[in-house]
């Protein structure tokens, strides 16, 4: 009788999923303007920051 082993896929690791914690020191200003904008559009700040910066980055310009 043959016997089989089975074994599952292991589950991306925490960290392992393309993110990378980050921390970043804020004015109270900025991070009461984040939360005003995460209560008006049902985002969360993290996933503010990510669609802010990501948008951020595609425009800036470096002046020589």
Known sequence: MAQEIHITKKHPRKGDDGFKIVSVRM????IAQLDDLSIKTNRSRNELI???LESAMRIVKIDE
């Open 27 to 30: 004015r109270d200003e900025t």
């Open 50 to 52: 990510n669609l802010l």
